[in-house]
């Protein structure tokens, strides 16, 4: 209906002109081309010749006949030239064609001699403008490539693939050449001849490297110089591959942390902060669920084992609107087979820990498999540890994942996805720690037509945390401590692309949270304990969201975004009322109301607008500009620096205001040397309102009164972060300095609301200086030799000043909070790998990964405290005196055997 306006809205001149020239282009294609069986039969009955070849090599290919006028080897050099395929010859009598390399043609393009045709021939000319659209895959397993880049050099016209590797290119009808790239893989042309609306499907293949030379020749692309996202982090499965190693094997949340802006507490602590955020302001979801807790052995090594992991993306700023839930950063963790029509089994031994992983293709390959599987061996571990606690310790940890996935038609595909972790801490012999995680969730992916595209998921997430103590010589006061967060959700999404560099994303996201704050138990029937349960807590969140992102000119570029969340409180629970002319105590408690199972106790909501700009200065360099506002309705409460699993989640509620977010970031970016080298200069501020902290002397777990143990404070983030990497060669690898602040101020009335009498201090979070040093020096084809040199300010600390006796004690009096700072942290890790072989047939393949962390045995400190000594002559007749703990104080060797076949 569209075309037939068109064509009444030309002038008649026009008009005739364009059915003339489709005519003639239709008579043309009936008289002058044919298929390629058509050709082969009259070549072996005019040479007596036999040709051999898979017939959908090419289906979709058709050949000017005047082909046959040129002598036979004339007509063989032409066909490998149009063809690139090879023609092995027997006998002069049978002729072999074989692929030079993997071809995919899709079905809606006729490829003419060279050029790949869009759009009906016989319509050729009708049209002054048409568009080209499609995927953009990875050539090797079918997986979309999001970010890749399309473009037309001669009109200066280019897009990029979004999400789900889908593009929208428009142009003036004739014959163009367009130009793929994508990081990480070669870059390649396509000549087309664009004819109408059509589409075409396009694959890249990752970079190769040549057999007689050990550098990688491809050319990096210039995504982080023409994309508008900023302050992110993109690692395809190749990608990871290149990841520095921690104790053996790739560690994703490790190697994160090692970005720009990204820092953690120390060597071991669970999470990671960004941009002077907590550890629960970062949403890390894998298959859009989100992951409570992240870590293995309170923060050794992360819960994601790296085996099939198919990309993954860390955003710091410029979030799109489709995001919430969390106020610093977004990590996006995907699965995926690496080739879906191939099975694939791999794995690896080391010192800690061994793992699996199975990938197979299931009912003619509609279906793909992949699941994975790790568990420890890590006690030897603790006995090496310099504590005489830890050395009486034990640990385990397993954890699992399986994604299925299923193609019901071409427009539409399920996929099924289930991970489960567990951790088992015995410290010493009387206390253990025990958590897990289990997630799960389901997505429908459908496309209406080649403009609307719909993606359906629902998922769950179950974060459970079990805590116990018990003493033989002590059994009254045995007991356990039970606390879990149960997350369940439900996201609609649609994907729109009205014209070319335009997409509209909208959609609808709930959330429902049930958590479980605390239940203590007895253990065992001598145990004095009493039972005791705190409230369960219920909330209900949804979001709205609209996404616009469309281009002005050649040089900037626009992603508008705006969500509007709504949150609920909800029963049954028990609110209390303070007295308002004290501070909110247990004392001032004046009333109490009950709310009913599901009964709405309070709102909020709120607008969160979003926004990122582009500006192209040339296609080597670049400005960007983002601001986004997000509110955070859940809280991880802890009266500790460092994030564990025993900290209680806590919701928003009457006496609880939401956090409220707003992230502002401008960089500039810069690639070298034919994209081999990029550069970046990005400055952030962030204000944060209604941050929790607690007061001195809270309490956190079992505490009925919460909410009072709480203050709200206001935070101040800022800071400038410089980037450099070098993508290809021998040597690889990145260097980034963050300069950086995390500030925070209390604004109570009552002594008892104010921390430092309300005046500005350092957040637990605070570490102005962080330098990263990370290379990767292949050596030979398979030797290659990894390093990583981390330096950071100390994170501040609150230390005990004076001490003084009263009535025979003898008592302590701290600091202003985070007055202080341990010793600043520095570490030098290094790894050397013997990669798998390079020989294809080969079927078992195996590899070597040396490593050792702390390599010149830095003992960091982990945490400063006073403990109690006994009173003796040898400690000068103190009570107290000063400890540093550290975890790892000399250099830790690991070994890893990695296989697959």
């Not at 017939?55 to 030239?81: C, G, V, Y």
């Not at 396509?190 to 589409?199: D, V």
């Not at 014209?499 to 709930?510: K, Q, R, S």
Request: aromatic residues 14%; hydrophobic residues 35%.
């Amino acid at each position: 209906m569209f075309k037939n306006l068109f064509l009444k809205g030309l002038p008649a001149g026009l008009f005739f002109l364009s059915i003339f020239q489709s005519v003639f282009s239709q008579t043309e294609r009936q008289s002058t081309y044919m298929t390629f069986d058509q050709l082969t039969g009259q070549l072996e009955n005019k040479y007596q010749v036999q040709f051999c070849y898979k017939p959908e090599w090419f289906e979709m290919q058709l050949f000017n006949s005047a082909i046959l006028r040129l002598s036979f080897i004339e007509t063989l050099n032409r066909l490998k030239t149009e063809t690139d395929f090879s023609i092995f010859t027997f006998d002069s009598i049978l002729y072999v064609f074989v692929p030079l390399k993997p071809e995919y043609e899709p079905p809606s393009a006729v490829k003419y001699s060279d050029a790949v045709v869009i759009g009906n021939p016989a319509e050729y000319g009708k049209y002054s403008k048409a568009t080209v659209q499609g995927r953009i895959l990875n050539g090797t397993n079918g997986n979309p490539l999001p970010g890749a880049s399309i473009f037309i050099d001669r009109l200066k016209l280019g897009v990029n693939s979004d999400s789900k590797g889908y593009y929208h290119l428009q142009a003036p009808v004739g014959e163009h050449i367009i130009r793929l790239s994508f990081m990480g893989y070669d870059e390649t042309t396509q000549k087309i001849r664009l004819a109408g609306n059509g589409t075409l499907d396009l694959k890249l293949y990752e970079k190769s490297i040549k057999l007689g030379e050990v550098t990688i020749t491809a050319e990096r692309p210039e995504i982080n110089i023409s994309g508008t996202q900023m302050s992110y982090v993109r690692l395809d499965s190749r990608s990871i591959k290149e990841l520095p190693v921690s104790a053996g094997v790739k560690d994703i949340i490790k190697s994160i942390a090692l970005m720009p802006g990204v820092q953690t507490i120390g060597e071991f602590g669970t999470g990671f902060n960004v941009r002077g955020g907590s550890a629960d302001q970062n949403l890390i979801l894998l298959e859009d669920v989100p992951l409570f807790n992240s870590s293995h052995l309170f923060g050794f090594t992360s819960v994601v084992n790296s085996d099939g992991i198919s990309n993954v993306t860390l955003i710091k700023a410029g979030i799109s609107a489709k995001y919430g839930e969390r106020a610093s950063s977004l990590l996006d963790i995907r699965f995926g087979a690496y080739d879906p029509g191939k099975k694939i089994i791999k794995g690896g031994i080391g010192l800690i820990d061994s793992r699996l992983y199975l990938e197979t293709p299931l009912l003619n390959k509609k279906m793909s498999l992949l699941v994975s599987a790790r568990g420890s061996y890590s006690d030897w571990l603790l006995h090496e540890m310099p504590d005489v606690d830890l050395m009486n310790s034990s640990a385990h940890f397993y954890d699992a994942n399986a994604l299925l996935a299923y193609n019901l038609s071409a427009s539409s595909k399920i996929s099924l996805f289930g991970y489960l972790s567990n951790d088992q801490f015995g410290f010493t012999k009387n206390k253990s720690y025990r958590y897990n995680n289990l997630l799960a969730s389901v997505k429908w992916k459908h496309s209406f037509n080649n403009a609307l595209y719909f993606n359906l998921v629902a998922g769950l997430s179950n974060y459970k945390y079990q805590m116990s103590e018990s003493d033989t010589l002590r059994q009254w006061e045995s007991y356990r401590i039970n606390s879990s967060i149960f997350y369940k959700n439900l996201k609609l999404n649609f994907s729109w692309f009205p014209v070319d560099n335009h997409t509209v994303e909208f959609g609808a996201n709930g959330v429902l949270y049930t958590i479980s704050p605390g239940e203590q138990y007895p253990l065992g029937i001598e145990s004095e304990i009493q039972s005791l349960a705190m409230p369960q807590e219920k909330a209900a969140e949804y979001a709205f969201y609209i996404t616009d992102n469309f281009t002005i000119s050649p040089e900037l570029h626009v992603d508008f975004g705006l969500r509007y969340s709504l949150y609920s409180y909800l029963g049954p629970s028990k609110v209390y009322t303070f007295r308002a002319d004290l501070p909110e105590t247990r004392q001032s408690i004046i009333d109490s109301a009950i709310y009913a199972n599901n009964e709405i106790v309070c709102s909020y909501s709120g607008l969160e607008p979003r926004i990122a700009l582009r500006y192209s200065i040339s296609n080597k360099n670049s400005v960007k500009i983002s601001y986004n506002r997000i509110h955070q309705y859940i809280n991880l409460v802890s009266n500790t620096a460092i994030m564990t699993p025993s900290d209680v989640w806590k919701l928003s509620s009457p006496n609880i205001r939401p956090l409220r977010c707003d992230h502002y970031a401008i960089g500039y970016f810069q690639n070298f040397r034919n994209n081999t080298i990029e550069s970046s200069v990005e400055l952030y501020y962030k204000s944060l309102r209604n941050a929790i902290d607690y007061k001195n002397g809270a309490r956190i777990l079992l505490n009925p009164y919460l909410e009072t143990d709480l203050l709200s404070v206001k935070g101040n983030s800022f800071g400038v972060e410089l980037y450099v990497k070098k993508n290809s060669g021998r040597l690889t690898g990145w260097t980034s300095y963050t300069f950086s602040r995390s500030l925070q101020r209390t604004t109570g009335i009552y002594d008892v609301e104010k921390i430092n009498n309300n005046q500005i201090f350092a957040s637990s979070f605070d570490r102005p200086n962080n330098l990263i040093v990370n290379i990767n020096y292949h050596i030979s084809r398979r030797w290659r030799f990894g390093g990583t040199f981390t330096y950071s300010t100390g994170r501040p600390v609150t230390l005990p000043e004076y001490k003084f006796d009263y009535q025979g004690y003898q008592l302590l009096c701290y600091s202003d909070r985070n007055k202080y700072r341990l010793p600043d942290y520095h570490r030098l890790d290094v790894s050397i790998s013997y990669d798998e072989s390079l020989k294809i047939r080969k079927k078992w393949k195996g590899s070597w990964i040396f490593s050792v962390i702390n390599l010149y045995g830095r003992k960091n400190a982990y945490s400063v405290f006073y403990k109690k000594e006994e009173h003796m002559v040898s400690n000068h007749y103190r009570l107290y005196d000063t400890y540093m703990l550290y975890i790892i104080g000399r250099p830790f060797p690991s070994l890893t055997y990695n296989f697959s076949f």
